[in-house]
Every structure is written in C-alpha cells, then in structure tokens.
C-alpha cells in the first residue's frame, strides 16, 4: 500500500551516530545561498543542554548537514522559552529601532523615521541626524511582551466606519477620501448589518463582491509587482493605504498576490514574481533539509521551530527509515504536526462531545477550534509555549505554502484578522448552542430593561410585570442556573460563582459573564497573544487584515474539501503514460471520487499529496498537475494490484481494474491502510 520513493533529485539523507533525534540541513544543489547552520557561541552552550550538535562537511569544507540529538532533564517545550533564532549575527538599530533583518534600507528609513521619506524631503537641506547602531542579535518573539504586542495594533469588535486614523495620504484630497468612505460604509452595511442598521429588514442587501473594482486592483499590483518595489520593499503609501481602510476592492486572488509579495520579505517577494512570470514554477531557493522521527514528531517541531521559523529557507523534511524524500513527506509533516496540537490530553482547545469523530484523543468541534478557558484564569508555563510555539509554525507553513490540518473558529480567526470577538455575536462562532441560550436569555433581560425604562408605570407595576418575565415557559429563576461558566463549573463568571443563584435581577450582568469568558476571560486573551506572538516571529500577523475570517482560513488549510463535481474533476485531472479521456478506467476512476463523502476525500488527498487539504484553489492549483497513469501489471493479477502515488510529480498510478466496483475497493483500501509511511512500492 506504500507510496512510490518521491525524490527530488538532492543528496540522499544520512544519519549521524546513533542519535534518537536527527536533524540534517543540506543546502539544495545550485542555489546561490546555502543555508547558515553556524549558531552564535552563547547559544552553542544553552543548546547543549537540550540536544547534541554534530556537523558533517562537504569536499569544500562547507557545512553539508547538521544533526541533533535531542535530551536532557528539561521538558522538550521549554526550548520554546528562549525565543526563535535568527539567521543574522547581528541586529541594526536606526535612532533606536531594531530593523527587521528582512527589510531593505529605505524600508527601514520610511519605518524608523518619523514621516518616513516624506519628512526627509520637506526639510529642504535641514541637517537630519539619522543614528545607526549594531549589536549581537537577539532571539526574536520573547522580546515582544503581551503589552507591547497589545498596544501594536488597534483591536476593536467591529471596525470603524470612517477611515482608521493611521490613513493620511488620501485623506488630502477629500474627494477621494469621500469616495473610500463610502466603499467602506457600503462593505460594513453589507458584511455587519445587524451591527449599524436598525433590525426590522427595511433595507437591501448588497454582496461584498459587487465592490470588487479589477482595474484598481491591477494597477495597485502593478505598482507592487516590479522588481525595484520588491528589492527596496518601498511600496507607494496609496496602495498600503488603500488596501488598509478598504481591502475588499481587490479581489481575493488580487489580494493573496499582494500579500504573497509584500508579507515575506524581497527575497520571496521576488521568488513569487518570478514564478508568475514562469508560470506558476516554484523558483529554486535554499532548503533546510530535517531528518525526523515519527514518534517524536512534537519534540522535533518545538526544536524545528527555535532554530529555523524565522529563516526565509524552506523546511524540507524526511522520516527516519523511510526512502521518500521532497514535497510529500514535507507536506505529512506540517498535517501529522497539526493533528498534534489538537490532542486532548493537552487541553488547549474547547472541545464537543456531541460531534462525529474519528480519533477519540483528539479535539473535535463543529464551530472549530478555539483556546479553552483555565480554571486558576491563567496560563500555565506549558501552554504559554506550545500556543506560541503554534503560532510560529503556523506563520512558517503560512511562509512556506504548506497547507495545515487546522478548523479554527471564525472567533479565532478574527484576532488575527484585528478584530476582537467580544460580543454575543461572536459567541456563535466558538459554541452555537451556548449562543442559542444565551440569545433567549438576553430577551428577557432587555425585555426587563425595557420596563424598568417605561416611564409610564410606577415601582409596584414594574415589579410586577418583571416578575413575570419568562425564558420560554420558565422563569429565570426556576432555570437553576449559577454564576459559572456552562461546561466548566471550576470557573466562575462573577459574584460568588456557583454560591450565587442567576435571577432575572442579575440576569445582564451573568450573560455579559459569560460572553466575557468564553471569548477573552480565563487566560483566552493571553493564549491568543502567546500565539501571535510566535506568529510575529516570521512575519507580521497584521498582514492578515485585508482578508475576510474565511480567507484566513483558506490562506492557512487550503482548499476545503467541499463535494467534487464530476466536470471540476474532468477540467483538472489529466491522464497520461497509458489513459486518456476516454479510458474506461479514466472514467471509473473520476466516478469514484465524484462520489467520495468527506472523510473519504481528505483521506485521498492526504495519501496523493501528503497533505489533507488541496492547496488554495483546489486541484487546478496543484503543480504539477494531477495525473492519472496506468500501471503496469501481470495478466493475471491487474484486480489484485493496489494504486500507488508519487507525490513529488501528483502521480496517481492506477491499474486498470475491469470493474468500477474493484476500482473503488482498491483505492478505498489504498487510502486507508497505505497511510504513515513514504516507500517504494
């Protein structure tokens, strides 16, 4: 059942002594940069209190591969403490700025200078003192604390319907500024009209789509698409600005192309462009190449994660014992990463127990994942790492293209997209059954607040008339409810906790409780930051902002797996070396998967890719492209023979069955057992 070797044509992996934990990094054949495995004297030490460097050397004597050996007493998680490693020796400050080592000179003079270049210009010949310092660089991430990282960036629940504050460019000619005033008024009536209309239906709904304007969005790409833009990352401060207050003129694919080359840095800002101009190709560019072991899959990731998230080199990564190396078994490592961060047994995510699931020792919920409330309302040491740790191998797979296994919550999505779920609302996307109760008690309490509001009755008539408020048929108070928070009784939501019965008197102050707790209370706030945080150690989260919660998504699991249409499956499944379109088994075979329920088709996608998830725009974005080609076989054994895959090239070997029926037995049976490993067939 196993997969084909997928090699890539680089040096085969070896393995150094006898170490349990192996990491080898090997520059890939003809790339101008390799990649920088030297670490700085004061680290070499701490890292031997957590693992064994050994090195191997080329003919040259250049570093070829490094292997680590992970041990020591401390709990693998705390490596994440001491930040995330940059490639660079040193760090440059301007006027006491620490520069991003990715950024370009007159990137850092626009950023670091007040008034930026526009500033430096209106001086007219003025002296302008411009201090530049150096120093050994720093671990990043650590160095941004919770409070910095919170006053970085204006969180609000809902945005601003004028332009945000930070816009200036356009606000001097006031026509325009009118005219993104209105676009964005129009955005936020249709995508938030309960939040800035009156909710009695009197008015029209537009879709966000219909403000889509492709000719702005092609100019303001053809401003950021040129290689001078992309090297000096000085980028035209109407486009930033433009995109900031109204994003959704772009279209979406416009708006990944934008992101894609001003998110990472020149260097792959430029690999993008080039690949556009070649086609989609993947240019070359230096890997770091790690040997893991399948069984210390999650150790391997915290150490993966100090010592290579914050470099602008792919992760390359093989399994211990297994032949296949390059882009499928890369592509299992970051799915099998993701399925571990979402075990039970590390309680970090709300969980479901009325939902189907597969594995009983992982988290599953309906509405997605989103961090669960603590009962002491803090975190402990652990979770702060592994959530930081999370963030920053999100960010890199973001960086590297590698679509994740993650549902994350539309709440969770919104922090990262700079909005805070703090209101009833919200509550809908994190549990939708606790928001349905909570949105009939909320009735009753408004419909108290009304009364108490009612200047037309005295004392007496509006004891009354609250008294006999009801929450369906039942008064508040017959509900037996307490000031706890629903599904976790250890945290109390205000008062006296579980010692204070909920009543229609108190009823305003529960509800606001346990909207609080659920979204942001009991160290929900501080996971959150802890993983933006390791998410802004490999490039700003802020970026995020020009996308939609589901975009977000998309940008980070790929293509969802919705039902495969047969005549999407014909437009983008080539057949090869044997089929054709007319094939019988060709035909059979999109049948099959036409008819594929869900679990069916992740398990297909993950054993053809390595991964769960197509790549953002489904199977028309795979390169190279999906292809069906016939195997060989014996005369007497085709029906006996299981399908294999090369993941390297998206080759799906299939023999030809003489009956649909065996066709999807085979690959059903293929799908299911031959999962786990990369080996030749």
């Given amino acids: 059942h196993d997969h084909d070797h997928d090699h890539d044509g680089g040096d085969g992996d070896a393995k150094l002594g006898n170490a349990k934990s192996i990491k080898n990094v090997v520059p890939k054949e003809g790339n101008d940069e390799d990649v920088d495995v030297e670490e700085n004297e004061e680290d070499e030490g701490e890292d031997e209190e957590e693992g064994v460097l050994s090195r191997e050397y080329d003919s040259q004597g250049r570093v070829k591969s490094v292997g680590i050996s992970l041990h020591g007493d401390k709990p693998w998680w705390q490596i994440i403490k001491r930040g995330f490693k940059t490639k660079n020796k040193i760090e440059v400050l301007i006027n006491g700025h620490v520069i991003d080592p990715r950024w370009s000179v007159v990137q850092a003079v626009e950023m670091c200078i007040p008034g930026g270049l526009t500033e430096l210009d209106n001086k007219e010949g003025s002296p302008f003192d411009i201090v530049m310092e150096y120093r050994r660089a720093s671990l990043r991430s650590r160095q941004i604390s919770t409070k910095e990282f919170q006053d970085s960036r204006s969180y609000n629940s809902l945005p601003s319907l004028d332009l945000p504050v930070t816009v200036t460019s356009l606000k001097q000619n006031e ?32 879709s966000p789509t219909a403000l889509i304007n492709r000719r702005f969005g092609a100019k303001a790409l053809r401003e950021v698409a040129n290689v001078s833009a992309l090297v000096s990352q000085s980028f035209p401060l109407w486009v930033k600005e433009a995109l900031e207050c109204c994003p ?33 190709e993947r240019q070359p560019i230096s890997q770091t190449k790690v040997l ?55 309680n970090l995510w709300r969980d479901s127990t009325s939902i189907e699931r597969r594995k009983e020792a992982y988290v599953y919920t309906r509405e997605g994942l989103y961090p669960r409330p603590c009962g002491e309302g803090k975190l402990t040491e652990q979770k702060e790492c592994l959530f930081e740790m999370l963030g920053a191998f999100v960010a890199k797979a973001v960086q590297d293209n590698r679509p994740l296994d993650f549902h994350f919550s539309n709440a969770f999505l919104r922090w990262m997209t700079g909005n805070i779920p703090k209101s009833l609302a919200n509550v809908r996307d994190v549990d939708e059954g606790l928001w349905l109760t909570l949105c009939d008690l909320q009735r009753a309490a408004d419909e108290k607040k009304m009364i108490e509001d009612d200047v037309s009755l005295n004392d007496a008539s509006k004891g009354e008339k609250i008294d006999a408020i009801c929450v369906g048929d039942c008064r508040v108070e017959d509900l037996s409810l307490d000031f706890t928070l629903p599904g976790y009784a250890d945290i109390s939501v205000g008062q006296k906790g579980a010692d204070t019965d909920v009543t229609i008197l108190n009823l305003q102050e529960y509800i606001d409780g346990v909207v609080h707790y659920t979204l942001c209370g009991g160290g929900i706030e501080d996971a959150v930051l802890c993983f933006l945080a390791g998410f802004n150690a490999v490039f700003s989260s802020s970026s995020f902002s020009i996308f939609t919660v ?55 996608i993950q054993f053809v890719t390595g991964s769960p998830n197509l790549p953002v725009g489904g199977f028309k974005a795979l390169k190279p492209p ?56």
């Fill in 175 to 206: 026509t325009v500024a009118d005219l993104f005033r209105i676009l964005r008024v129009l955005y936020l009536f249709a995508t938030f009209p309960t939040s800035f209309l009156p909710n009695d239906g009197g008015y029209y709904a537009i």
């Fill in 626 to 681: 999906f292809t069906v080609v016939r195997k060989e076989f014996s005369s007497d054994n085709k029906d006996k023979l299981l399908p294999s895959v090369m993941t390297c090239q998206n080759y799906f070997k299939l023999p030809p069955y003489s009956t649909k029926e065996i066709l999807a037995e085979r690959i059903l049976t293929s799908i299911t057992e031959g999962q786990g490993r990369f080996d030749l067939s």
């Fill in 292 to 346: 893991v072991e399948r069984e210390k899959l999650f150790e391997s990731t915290a150490f993966l994660m100090h010592q290579f998230a914050t470099h602008s080199t792919e992760l390359s990564v093989n399994f211990v014992g297994e032949v296949g190396t390059g882009l499928g078994p890369t592509l299992e490592f970051f799915a099998r990463t993701s399925e571990e961060f979402q075990r039970k047994d590390l």
């Fill in 248 to 280: 959704f003129i772009l279209s979406n694919d416009q708006r990944v192309r934008y992101f894609r080359y001003t998110a990472f840095g020149s260097s792959l800002g430029l690999r993008f462009l080039t690949g556009e101009v070649n086609e989609g």
């Fill in 550 to 604: 589901e975009e977000a998504q998309t940008l980070i699991s790929g293509s969802s797996n919705e039902a495969w249409k047969l005549e999407d499956l014909k437009a983008f499944i080539k057949a090869a070396h044997g089929y054709d379109e007319n094939t019988p088994a060709y035909k059979n075979f999109l049948e099959v998967l036409s008819e594929f329920d869900a679990f069916q088709r992740k398990d297909f």
